[in-house]
């Protein structure tokens, strides 16, 4: 089940560059470029660490992919991951639990002028709302609009 939300979390920058439809075959996956060039998946890690839990809990860029528009725009999608696990390894080894939440960011980048619009925010497999919840009362990034430093690189 996936809920939208319209308030998120301003200081989630990690949020801002993820955006739209992994379905189509003209769409660019550039995650690892993201990865390399930027500190999106650093602050993913930091996120989960301070709000996700267990033993084993892990934050990360699961997906960000760029797709061409008709109108010389570009569609982004990304998904952040955020693993809350926790293990019990003695006397044997026992998963207590083992539940991931995707963060799920839209938007509309403009290549001209490397301006990046947020369309929508959504969390999916949010258990009881607490990601949910924990995003809307930190603010709303819907419609915000993000300059993406050489943003044109991203698409060659």
Same mark, same amino acid.
């Given at each position: ?9 301003? %200081? ?5 560059? /993820?955006?739209?439809?992994? +379905? ?8 690892? #470029? ?10 993913? !890690? ?8 267990? +033993? #084993?809990?892990?934050?990360? /860029?699961? %997906? ?5 528009? &008709? &109108? @010389?725009?570009? *569609? ?9 696990? *926790?293990? !019990?390894?003695?006397?044997? #080894?026992?998963? =207590?639990?083992?539940?991931? =939440?995707?963060? +799920?960011?839209? @938007?509309? /980048? ?8 947020? $369309?929508?925010?959504? !969390? #999916? +497999? $949010?258990? *009881? ?9 930190? @603010? ?12 044109? %690189?991203?698409?060659?």
């Amino acid at each position: 089940m996936r809920r939208r939300i319209k308030p998120l979390l301003i %200081s989630l920058l990690f949020l801002i560059p /993820l955006v739209i439809s992994l +379905n189509s075959a003209s769409a660019k996956d550039i995650k690892n #470029e993201v990865m390399k060039r930027t500190s999106l998946d650093e602050q993913i !890690v930091v996120f989960c660490l301070k709000n996700c839990t267990g +033993n #084993e809990r892990k934050g990360y /860029l699961k %997906s960000f992919t760029v797709e061409p528009m &008709n &109108n @010389g725009l570009y *569609h982004v999608v990304g998904k952040a991951a955020l693993q809350n696990r *926790h293990v !019990v390894k003695r006397p044997m #080894e026992f998963i =207590v639990y083992d539940h991931t =939440v995707i963060v +799920n960011t839209l @938007g509309t /980048l403009n290549p001209d002028d490397c301006k990046l619009r947020i $369309d929508d925010v959504f !969390v #999916e +497999n $949010d258990y *009881h709302n607490i990601f949910t919840t924990m995003l809307q009362n930190h @603010g709303n990034v819907v419609g915000k609009v993000e300059k993406i430093p050489n943003c044109r %690189s991203f698409l060659d």
